[in-house]
């Protein structure tokens, strides 16, 4: 069906609202209560099959990279299995030498990337059976891929991509869960992610509610030239995604980096005009992250930080908070991006920008 505007001023906001509805799009039909699992029609792999997977290789481009690396800590997390993320344009080439019983997902909301259908292809030429995680349903890389999973995510006009990333993660998520399961993972275990996917919907509705805020936020820092993005583990790419977002549509320059990994470099770009976004939910690396966020400080930057509600620790040392709803870790990058998205939304419309048609970028590209 056409998508249209709904009343929103840009498809890219729309889009970015629609994600509670999305996600739910993405779990439709896929959660097993009775068996603790997910379960995927077009996978085309029999548990047998599965069970053998040694290796699982993610790879896509730009977004939809990002969401492979959300995929690389998720599936290693919850399936035990190792994963390796490669850029799609990197991996065509590199003939690397890649085990038996590794399976290859290529990630794509568009299903028409060239370089993620190349890496697909020559993956699939040496042996490796391919898979697609994608959105258009019928798209190239959907039907050269083995098999699949859809994100049935509708539509997406904008050209930076947004419920995209939240329905791949989601769907990684699943994988990890239906991996899991046929490994180690508990009964008990599988049915507490499901519910904690279930959940999933209502905390990125509540989440939207930080609009205002950001908004605020935006106008505040709208003349920035350059804006760190810094988290840990399965922030970190949320904060790559993050960088992305603001790049894309704003023309800010923005650099996502391991918070810890910031003292080896980008701090030295910190000064008083250099604010720097923490992702500091609260989970396991939390007070590494402070003290991480306190270094930014004590030099004079501005500290922008995304962390739970009723946090007065984060509240002393950041000149802005912007509250997220405290979720498992595994699924914090699907409700922290959401923020990061619409900082990005309001800094590029208060500068002006073509916010649905960012200068020199395309929806799909086509060529290498
Ligand atoms: C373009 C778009 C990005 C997208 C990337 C990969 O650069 O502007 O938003 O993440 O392509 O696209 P895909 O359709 O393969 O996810």
Same mark, same amino acid.
């Given at each position: ?219 505040? !820092? ?6 760190? !993005? ?139």
């Amino acid at each position: 069906s056409e998508a249209t505007r709904e009343g929103f001023e840009h498809y890219m906001l729309k889009e970015i609202y629609e994600q509670p509805e999305s996600i739910r799009n993405a779990m439709r039909g896929r959660l097993d209560e009775e068996n603790a699992t997910a379960v995927f029609g077009g996978l085309n792999l029999t548990p047998q099959q599965s069970r053998m997977v040694e290796r699982i290789i993610l790879t896509g481009c730009g977004t939809s990279w990002h969401s492979g690396l959300v995929g690389e800590y998720l599936i290693e997390d919850l399936a035990r299995i190792p994963v390796s993320v490669e850029y799609a344009s990197e991996l065509r080439y590199r003939n690397p030498p890649i085990e038996n019983n590794t399976l290859v997902f290529g990630i794509t909301q568009s299903g028409e990337t060239a370089d993620t259908l190349a890496a697909l292809r020559e993956t699939k030429r040496k042996g490796h059976r391919t898979l697609a995680i994608c959105n258009v349903v019928g798209s190239s890389i959907a039907q050269a891929a083995d098999g699949g999973v859809y994100l049935y995510a509708g539509p997406e006009i904008g050209v930076a991509s947004t419920k995209a990333f939240t329905s791949q993660c989601c769907v990684l998520a699943m994988l990890g869960l239906y991996f899991g399961r046929l490994r180690h993972l508990s009964f008990e275990r599988g049915k507490q992610i499901i519910e904690e996917l279930r959940q999933l919907p209502n905390a990125i509705q509540q989440t939207l509610g930080c609009n205002e805020q950001v908004r605020d936020v935006a106008q505040k !820092y709208q003349n920035a030239s350059t804006v760190l !993005y810094l988290g840990r583990q399965f922030n970190f790419p949320t904060a790559l995604e993050g960088a992305l977002k603001l790049k894309e549509i704003s023309y800010i320059h923005a650099e996502g980096y391991p918070a810890a990994e910031m003292k080896h470099g980008p701090i030295a770009l910190v000064d008083k005009e250099t604010p720097s976004v923490f992702i500091i939910p609260r989970g396991t690396t939390y007070t590494k992250v402070m003290a991480n966020m306190e270094e930014v400080k004590a030099r004079g930057g501005p500290v922008i930080a995304l962390a739970n509600e009723d946090d007065p620790q984060v509240q002393a040392v950041a000149d802005d908070v912007i509250h997220v709803p405290q979720v498992p870790e595994f699924l914090q990058p699907i409700v922290n991006v959401v923020p990061l998205q619409l900082l990005a939304y309001h800094i590029a419309l208060l500068r002006g920008c073509d916010v649905d048609k960012p200068r020199n970028l395309a929806k799909s590209v086509t060529v290498e």
